[in-house]
């Protein structure tokens, strides 16, 4: 057992009030959470972050989690404790969640046992944090609902982050033409490199037309769109007939044109993990546990941070030049 376990105590980030990230602070002294039944406790080696935490953070979310808390969601980690009726775990066991009922950024977390996931040897604990949130979003967005079917085209606009990556690969390995954007050169060869069959630079003036030329005179069939409050009315231009944009993710209003939808009967849909039922996330997971066997499922890490140095993790995550990857704190 571990000094901290004997102690009963552990460094946690707690959030006291909403805001910017200053108010994520680390503390040593948060005591390990107790297990109820049909729980597990885990030791944490990697969290994922994502953007939906900052906006929680912030106060201006339609979820807003009572205060105090700690964020994260997306760990990995080995097995420290199982509740009353848990069979499908045992201390020692290695494995990612796709959410926390204590919170992910933190040395231990208690997850529902239905919300974890055994982590294959073939990935590190820093892979293991990147899958949760970011794949099984891209397989609901792509077809639970997006319908998406082999022979598709997708268009991928930003492709290079913990999402982008995941629709990348999963949207390759299921028969779609793949389009990806992203906004460095870096970006672009880490799209291609993960499913993209062309990879297209969203900071260039022209980039659109070069998109249009590629599709030439059919459209995109699927889009899914990481900020739609910039680009939602360029991808109603973009579609094909019967196409739909997936609204992944958003931080502002829009203005587009209702008529853009008519012209093609184009469909705009929204999607969120959370509202997602139980049978679905299994869909998701047995998808996701298959492609890393199969071996064409291997998240992409960017940028790594200690748990000091949450603060900047919930920063950059909104403020990078281009992302390149799956952020993780250690």
């Known amino acids: 057992i ?6 009963n105590v552990m460094r946690a980030v707690r959030v006291f009030e909403f805001g910017g990230p200053e108010v994520l602070k680390l503390q040593s002294d948060v005591l390990i959470p107790d297990l109820k039944e049909n729980q597990v406790l885990i030791k944490v080696h990697a969290c994922g972050v994502n953007p939906v935490e900052t906006y929680i953070r912030s106060g201006n979310y339609a979820r807003k989690p009572a205060l105090p808390y700690t964020p994260g969601s997306d760990v990995a980690g080995v097995i420290e404790g199982v509740g009353q009726h848990v069979t499908a775990f045992k201390k020692g066991d290695r494995v990612f969640t796709i959410g926390t009922i204590s919170g992910g950024y933190a ?31 891209a397989y609901r967005a792509l077809f639970q609902k997006g319908h998406a079917k082999a022979g598709e085209s997708v268009l991928v606009h930003g492709a290079s982050g913990g999402v982008g990556i995941a629709t990348c690969q999963i949207a390759r390995a299921c028969g779609l033409k793949v389009l990806g954007t992203a906004g460095t050169e870096e970006g672009m060869n880490m799209v291609l490199r993960n499913g993209a069959h062309r990879a297209f630079n ?21 889009i899914i769109e990481m900020l739609s409050n910039i680009n939602l009315a360029t991808d109603l231009q973009l579609l094909s007939y019967a196409g739909r944009v ?5 931080r502002g209003p829009i203005e587009i044109n209702p008529r853009d939808t008519m012209s093609k009967e184009s469909s705009i849909i929204g999607v969120s993990l959370f509202l997602a039922t139980e049978e679905e996330r299994h869909e998701c997971a047995t998808a996701v546990l ?7 499922l291997k998240p992409i890490i960017g940028s790594e941070y200690p748990l000091e140095k949450v603060a900047k993790a919930h920063e950059d995550i909104i403020h990078s ?9 250690l």
């Open 202 to 222: 969203h900071r260039e003036a022209n980039y659109i037309d070069k998109i249009k030329e590629s599709t030439g005179m059919e459209g995109v069939d699927i």
């Open 290 to 296: 298959d492609g890393i066997e199969a071996g064409w």
């Open 246 to 250: 997936m609204v992944v993710g958003c």
């Open 2 to 7: 571990t000094m901290a376990a004997t102690r």
């Open 107 to 137: 040395d231990y977390a208690v997850a529902a046992a239905n919300r974890v996931f055994p982590l294959s040897d073939k990935l590190d604990f820093r892979q293991g944090a990147a899958i949760g949130i970011p794949y099984f979003t």
């Open 321 to 329: 030049s281009g992302a390149r990857g799956k952020m993780v704190l």
